[in-house]
């Protein structure tokens, strides 16, 4: 079956760790994306990327870093700067192809707790 | 950049219809697209709209006025499983999606 896998499911981490979280897709697609939601809200982008070893900062970005090393493979680390990182993290991938429709498909997301 | 309004909650019964409605400004838009996402899910796509007009699929159906920045998400013949939140989201010249804050639609029996 193909889709988005994201691990792991609930984290936890104490205060001023850094933490990575894993995004998988076997979509073939080219475009994958990280957001975050808090409680009520609506999802803020943090980073994405349209091709390998490229990547660019979305709204949030900041105390948040990935990496693009593969096609299928988006991970996204969350460091110690980032000052409320207790949120539900979700990760999605779209074709580049067909603009402008571009669907976004969404892992089951990751759900990041620092005590 | 973009901004999305929508209603943050309704409330209707089995059944009965509803309209949520989204306001958006944003520069070089492409289409406004609608998501669904349960308690704890992923969201998941419903409906795209690029033109002008309405977009129907099964019970749901999207509606697009370009010219007043505007569209809406309509569901008929309610259910229970409806229960979601449901989340405007443009697109523009890039690959991005700017999603609304979301609307909480609790049916009730």
Redesign the interface.
């Known amino acids: 079956d193909g889709g988005i896998t994201q691990s792991p499911k609930y984290l936890f981490r104490k205060e001023g760790q850094n933490v990575t979280l894993s995004c998988e897709q076997n979509l073939n697609h080219d ?1 994958m ?1 990280w ?1 975050r939601q808090d409680p ?6 943090i980073y ?1 990327s ?1 091709i390998v070893n490229d990547f660019q900062k ?2 949030i970005a900041e105390g948040y870093s990935v990496s693009r090393e593969k096609k299928e493979s988006f991970p996204l680390t969350v460091t110690s700067a980032q000052k409320n990182p207790t949120a539900f993290y ?1 990760c999605a991938s ?1 074709p ?1 192809t067909p ?11 990751t759900r990041l707790t620092v005590l | ?1 973009q901004s999305l309004e929508q209603p ?1 909650e309704v409330t209707a019964v089995e059944g009965a219809i509803v309209q949520i409605n989204c306001t958006y400004q944003t520069s070089g838009f ?2 406004l ?1 609608w998501y669904q996402q349960h308690d ?6 419903l409906s ?1 709209n ?1 033109l002008d007009g309405l977009e129907e699929t099964g019970r749901f159906s999207s509606f697009l006025s370009r010219s007043d920045s505007y569209g809406y998400l309509l569901l008929q013949e309610l259910q229970m499983k409806d229960s979601a939140s449901y ?1 405007c989201a443009v ?1 523009a010249n890039d ?8 609307t ?1 639609v609790t049916v009730r029996a």
């Open positions: 475009a994306y957001y009520g809200q609506g999802l803020r982008l994405y349209q979305g709204d979700l779209s580049r603009i402008p429709h571009n669907e976004q498909f969404f892992g089951p997301g | 950049g943050s492409y289409g697209s704890g899910g992923a969201p998941t796509f795209y690029a989340f697109s690959y991005k999606l700017s999603f609304g804050a979301g909480t």
